[in-house]
């Protein structure tokens, strides 16, 4: 070790002695430089992107990129110093002008090197220059802001006070630019002449973060460039909204309806109209540039599931509308795109408590990050939490937590890195269904026979049962674990910039899941009949009085894995105006789901009604059928991508992509034919036969064409052009009674414009769009009096018209205003249902075709908007937000209408220190009542007006008023 110290000793006074001499004897012969070889050094180009770097580490990224050997006296040009700037392929000449000359550092070329030296030799005299500071509107001194005088060399940026100066400035009138990622950039006029000009600056944070760099998509680039309708949400967004859970956070994004109400189960999310009866159907779900799960899934699996939203997120971007069917295979709506931080020059972290106080909710999320060296980062975080619920049921509703980290070697020139990755996740969660209220016509829930759904849940606490199947296998079930998701993945990303341009991104993932529904599902209630005697699980009758409710429940128990192999590789290169993507792709979603059982049981209608059994023994549950889901999709894609900067104003950009779909998968059958053949006719039971293999291609396109036009560097307008498609998953092939002929392509066609503003205290973004679909495949759910609820096949088309906006307004220094929303008309342009696709309906209804042709779509409201209000002083934080939701059928038939309704959400915060901060907050703050979910299992064949009031109906309520608290600490 001693030795290893001396040598370290003897080489920092060999460098030091080196430096000395190079600098007296480079100084005498600078003038010998080649021209041509010093133009070369100066032509090679620099992308940086420093956020409060030291300028010691930026000379030696910038050695690194391009190789030109740099010599310097450390305390002459202040390498202690610490900048921010964002550059990309810019000449080192450029580079140097623009950042190092205003930090007065010169430069000169001497043979193979560029000696950069201090130019402040003189003090300022009586010409004529100018010095200031520049805060944000909340007051606090910005470092790193460009300042720049237009039309003359002349800039600056500020230091770690918010301070700077641009000296020797020749006398007359200028307009001065400021600029900073995250505000509003302004110009403003300066006139120069003998002597100082002092200036106080003020900029207005970026809610919309218009001038902040996209990543998802594509090049990375600045909003207000980009020809995409972009919602990016920071983490500083994050938790002012604070979200109940992941579905609830999508509520921020335009152009989404979103149902929250399954609590921390599954959500359901309607993307621009499309039709679907829940899910995240036209929706893709992405962590850091991969999809957590396939597109196109109802509620399992649930993308919700899938990822966890805690401190390890740095921001989201959703790309709505066109260009997400480039991105990402078989998703035609929306990309939601969750970014994780990724480790930093500085160490970083914080710990937060969480308390819900209406729901004995206890909750730790931490997050840290830094660095190991100058090449190796790292960020690790996650959360735990353990919560009875909102609407608490009688065990613990939620509980669980997930531990992600990465780790990112950056190559030692410089130009590019290697990110290794991995999360485990163990959560489990109750999925809140829908339960029973008296009908009144009001599309409120009305308590029934002292059973108030808003505020208790019928969840039994008989949660346990078991059941032995024909082969004696023993399965225990227990739905006080709910939706248990064990997840395991971990990945790598390579990114690497050739020296001709090339930059090489390959990003892969393997994950494993696997998870278990155990879930109630209320799905009828009649009043006891006054006769019949019922006993609970522990052998003792059940008191029944006139006007009770039995509610008869489907219990499904289900055991679901997958694994999942995804690799994604891009070449990209800027050639001239043109930014070129090449990419491929592999997607493998291997899933093995079974013994998947349903149950059938009665229970008490409630709060934590008791299970009813027939008899004094057993445990009440009668086993229905067993399915199972066995396969392999594997998803191979090629895409391309070209935006074309025409010039400073105009930015087109085409992309295409081409998905093929290969299925192999085992159909399970439950009977044979009278020559031993599989009957795939044979109703579902609890033995499965056996099973049929079979093999499915498909080869989906989607291609977009979008134009941006920047008017000026704070108004841009944007269009764009798409066809794309919806696919259909394995669940649709795996059918026992599968019929080719219900499979038909589905084109999809976008079209949208939109305007892009931010300037001084008002930022707006905000289109208009026109969505189709075609040949949905759809399940129609019709009521028989013989043969219970049965179900009818049709295919549905629809268009949408829409209008989004997100518009931020500060009229003073600190208040603000945000409104952001959705307008849209969706209806059905082609829709027609025949009772003779189900012998059943046929037998009871009649050869009877029904028609939905001109109705609108299922549960999408027609205005859908949120307006806040937040208020900031010294270290106080208020917030209050109104969310409107409007009218909407719960069926095509537009024969139930649910009311519109308004919820709001309060919070405030206050920072004890610079480090510590206590936050409460508020959700349904005036505890509106309200339903998202009617009787949606056949009512386009019910006549409403016969139906008696105070009649138990079946529907899903929001979620009562709850109260938060938080204490975080930050380092």
């Excluded at 080196?18 to 003038?31: D, E, F, G, R």
């Excluded at 918010?162 to 505000?183: D, H, N, Q």
């Amino acid at each position: 070790m001693k030795n290893k110290q001396l040598v370290a000793l003897m080489l920092l006074a060999m460098k030091v002695t080196a430096v000395q001499i190079a600098l007296s004897v480079i100084l005498m012969y600078s003038v010998y430089a080649s021209p041509s070889k010093a133009q070369t050094m100066l032509d090679k180009k620099v992308t940086l992107n420093a956020d409060k770097k030291e300028l010691k580490k930026i000379i030696a990224d910038i050695q690194g990129q391009t190789g030109v050997r740099f010599i310097f006296s450390a305390s002459a040009i202040g390498t202690e110093r610490i900048i921010s700037f964002n550059v990309k392929d810019q000449k080192l000449s450029v580079f140097l002008q623009q950042i190092f000359l205003p930090l007065h550092i010169g430069y000169k070329v001497v043979e193979d090197q560029l000696l950069l030296y201090n130019t402040d030799n003189t003090p300022a005299d009586k010409e004529g220059y100018i010095s200031g500071t520049v805060k944000s509107n909340k007051g606090e001194f910005l470092p790193g802001v460009t300042i720049q005088l237009k039309n003359i060399n002349a800039s600056a940026l500020t230091d770690g006070a918010g301070r700077f100066e641009l000296k020797k400035v020749p006398a007359g009138t200028y307009t001065m630019s400021i600029s900073s990622v995250g505000f509003i950039g302004k110009e403003q006029p300066v006139t120069v002449s003998e002597g100082p000009v002092n200036l106080a600056i003020e900029l207005t944070e970026d809610v919309l973060q218009l001038s902040g760099v996209v990543v998802t998509g594509g090049n990375p680039k600045k909003k207000i460039e980009s020809s995409v309708a972009i919602t990016t949400v920071s983490n500083k967004d994050i938790e002012t909204r604070a979200p109940l859970n992941a579905t609830d956070l999508l509520k921020a994004i335009p152009g989404l309806t979103v149902e929250s109400t399954g609590g921390d189960g599954p959500g359901n999310v309607w993307v621009r109209g499309f039709p679907q009866q829940g899910g995240y159907i036209f929706l893709g779900i992405m962590e850091d540039g991969l999809p957590v799960v396939p597109t196109g899934f109802n509620s399992i699996p649930s993308a919700d599931q899938y990822y966890k939203t805690d401190l390890t997120i740095k921001g989201v971007e959703a790309i709505r509308g066109g260009n997400a069917a480039i991105l990402l295979s078989n998703t035609p709506g929306a990309v939601v795109n969750n970014l994780s931080y990724t480790g930093g020059d500085r160490q970083y972290g914080k710990v937060k408590v969480t308390s819900g106080m209406s729901q004995s909710l206890y909750r730790v999320d931490f997050n840290t990050g830094g660095h190991l060296s100058d090449n190796v980062k790292y960020n690790i975080g996650g959360f735990y939490r353990t919560d009875k619920g909102v609407v608490p049921p009688s065990y613990t509703a939620n509980q669980g937590g997930q531990i992600k980290g990465n780790m990112t070697f950056d190559f030692k020139n410089r130009n590019g890195f290697i990110r290794v990755y991995g999360k485990y996740l163990n959560d489990k969660v109750q999925w809140m269904l829908p339960s029973y209220y008296a009908y009144d016509g009001s599309g409120k829930p009305k308590p029934l026979n002292g059973y108030d759904l808003f505020s208790q849940s019928m969840a039994t606490p008989d949660t346990k049962w078991s059941y032995t199947d024909a082969g004696g296998t023993l399965h225990n079930y227990d739905m006080a674990d709910g939706i248990h998701t064990k997840l395991g993945s971990g990945g790598f990303q390579f990114n690497y910039t050739t020296d001709n341009g090339w930059t090489i991104n390959n990003n892969f993932r393997y994950q494993s899941a696997s998870t278990a529904y155990t879930v109630g599902i209320p799905v009828g209630a009649s009043q006891w009949n006054g006769t019949s005697t019922y006993y609970h699980s522990d052998g003792k009758a059940a008191a029944m009085k006139a006007g009770d409710y039995i509610v008869s429940t489907y219990a499904i128990g289900q055991q679901n894995k997958d694994k999942q192999i995804i690799d994604y590789l891009d070449f990209k290169k800027k050639i001239n105006k043109h930014s070129l993507t090449l990419g491929a792709g592999l997607y493998q979603f291997n899933v093995n789901n079974g013994p998947n059982y349903n149950f059938f049981f009665f229970q008490e209608m409630k709060e934590h009604g008791r299970r009813l059994l027939s008899s004094p023994s057993g445990d009440g549950m009668i086993a229905l059928s067993v399915a199972s889901l066995i396969g392999n999709t594997r998803t191979l894609s090629a895409y391309a991508t070209d935006e074309i900067t025409l010039n400073d104003r105009w930015r087109l950009d085409v992309g295409f992509r081409l998905d093929n779909d290969n299925i192999d998968g085992k159909r399970p059958y439950y009977g044979k034919d009278a020559s031993g053949n599989p009957d795939p006719t044979v109703a579902a039971s609890t033995t499965i036969a056996g099973y049929t293999a079979y093999t499915q291609s498909n080869t989906n396109w989607a291609a977009s064409l979008g134009m941006n036009y920047k008017i000026s560097n704070a108004l841009a307008m944007f269009a764009r052009a798409t066809r794309a498609y919806n696919a259909p998953n394995i669940s649709d092939y795996n059918a026992t009674q599968f019929d080719p002929a219900a499979i038909k392509k589905r084109p999809v066609y976008l079209g949208e414009v939109g305007v892009k503003y931010a300037e001084g205290p008002l930022s707006l973004f905000a289109s208009a769009s026109y969505s189709a679909i075609k040949n949905v495949s759809l399940t129609i759910a019709v009521p028989t009096a013989s043969a219970g609820l049965q179900s009818l096949l049709s295919f549905g088309s629809t268009r949408t018209y829409s209008a989004e906006y997100e518009i931020s307004y500060r009229p003073v220094k600190n208040l603000g205003f945000r409104l952001t929303g959705t307008l849209q008309d969706s209806r059905y342009t082609d829709y027609k249902a025949s009772t003779n696709t189900n012998s059943a309906v046929l037998a009871e209804m009649g050869d009877t075709t029904y028609s939905f042709t001109g109705k609108k779509t299922e549960r999408v409201p027609a205005l859908n908007t949120e307006l806040s209000v937040t208020y900031d002083l010294k270290g106080f934080n208020l917030n209050l937000s109104a969310n409107y939701i409007g009218s909407r059928f719960t069926a095509p038939s537009d024969s139930y209408k649910l009311p519109a309704y308004v919820t709001m959400r309060a919070g405030a915060g206050y920072d004890i220190s610079k480090k510590i901060n206590v936050r409460v907050w508020a959700d349904n703050l005036l505890n509106t009542r309200t339903l998202t979910e009617g009787d949606v299992r056949g009512d386009q064949f019910r006549n409403f007006s016969t139906v008696t009031k105070g009649s138990a109906m079946a529907g899903r309520t929001i979620l009562p008023r709850s109260f938060w608290a938080s204490l975080s600490y930050e380092f």
